[in-house]
């Protein structure tokens, strides 16, 4: 298991950005593929980016191709997504992932969540 801490939610307005971060309590966090998914309002929770063990493999969800960009510092144990362009259908709770396989779409994949981080956009 992993701890992880989001922090960097927060209300912005439609075409604003945020950046979010997620500390990772891992002695050996660059063993870790990341993920960050989100939950909206009544939905369930979804995908919306994963990155590979040292970084060089990244996937995202259509909706977000473009504006998101997810990245990390292993020295740092800290996964980031910056979001750009945000609209009010990318208003929900934001939560990052660890997972033991390289990286990955599939929620049922990650075994330790952070407690997530709230992100409005105002239209």
């Known amino acids: 298991q992993v701890q992880l801490v989001e922090s960097g939610g927060g209300l912005v307005q439609a075409g604003g950005s945020l950046g979010l971060s997620c500390v990772a309590s891992?002695?050996?966090?660059?063993?870790?593929?990341m993920g960050w998914f989100r939950q909206a309002p009544g939905k369930e929770r979804e995908f919306v980016a994963t990155?590979?063990?040292?970084?060089?493999?990244?996937e995202y969800l259509d909706s977000v191709k473009g504006r998101f960009t997810i990245s990390r510092d292993n020295a740092e144990n800290t996964v980031y997504l910056q979001m750009n362009s945000l609209k009010p259908e990318d208003t929900a709770v934001y939560y990052c992932?660890?997972?033991?396989?390289?990286?990955?779409?599939?929620?049922?994949?990650?075994?330790?969540w952070g407690q997530g981080t709230q992100v409005t956009v105002s239209s």
């Open positions: 992932a660890a997972t033991s396989l390289i990286a990955s779409m599939k929620e049922s994949t990650y075994h330790s």
């Open positions: 891992a002695r050996a966090f660059s063993n870790y593929g």
């Open positions: 990155i590979s063990w040292n970084g060089d493999w990244t």
